[in-house]
């Protein structure tokens, strides 16, 4: 008689582990990675901040060398990230960050100084205004050399009406949080980030939105469908509609 009962228990406490399984984990049970995430999230964007600032620069076809080196750029962005974090790239060992971040954050600094490199001879040339090296194309090419060193998944993305670089694609999970950041009613100010655990708790994605402000305007502004500086047509943004964000993926170990 009992036979019958207790397998009927044990059936229901197997069905109940199921579930239990897939049952999805918040992104809340990894917040050492969640803020791993942000904090790459903010430095690239940092990153491209010091490029947005010194764009007038860059752009200056009467000015041969530019002194825009990698040396001068790190300073500025550890200014910049300082400003948005508070954290301090310069005492990142006695800094109040996890411990991955900082493995990851300097692994960063190195990939953007190296994309600064890289560009050189575009910023320092003379007699050419528009040089191609802006916050977006910075943003695009650090991405994957930090992403080629570490294994990292990172890189700016944005909905498909802005995208002007395929290699800047949203993916399915990117294109929908997209939406959600897209809604007027989502904070503006800080960096708020969105998190999700994904592949059944092997991963954390995190996504940082990316708002237009008045120095975006000039090439993704009005009038709609004018040409810009680079050639492509402006989308007709405002000062605050989302402009993308910066995805990051990190394993959980």
Known sequence: MNVPQKSSVLFALGLFAIVIGLAPIPASANP?????????????????????????????????????????????????FKGRSGVD????????????????????????KKTVAANQAHINQKGVAYKGFTPAHFGT?????????????????????????????????????????????????????????VDGGKAVRVLLPLYYGKGCLGCHGTPKGETDVS????????????????SVKLPVK
């Open 32 to 80: 050492d990675l969640v803020e791993t995430g942000r904090l790459l999230a903010i430095l690239l964007d940092a990153g491209r901040g010091t490029v947005a600032a010194n764009q007038p620069l860059i752009n200056d076809a009467g000015k041969g060398d530019k002194g825009f080196t990698p040396d001068v750029f790190e300073k500025e962005l550890i200014e910049k």
């Open 89 to 112: 790239l310069g005492n990142l060992k006695a800094a109040a960050v996890p411990e991955t971040a900082k493995g990851l954050l300097p692994e960063l600094v190195a990939a953007s």
């Open 141 to 197: 090419q650090a991405a994957a050399e930090f992403s080629s060193k570490t294994g990292i998944y990172l890189k700016q993305t944005t909905q498909d009406g802005l995208l002007r670089n395929p290699k800047n694609k949203a993916d399915e999970f990117e294109a929908g949080l997209l939406k959600k950041l897209a809604d007027a009613s989502y904070p503006r100010q800080g960096d708020k980030a969105m998190s999700e655990t």
């Open 231 to 246: 050639g492509y047509k402006k989308e007709g943004a405002n000062e605050g509609d989302l402009g993308g964000a910066i």
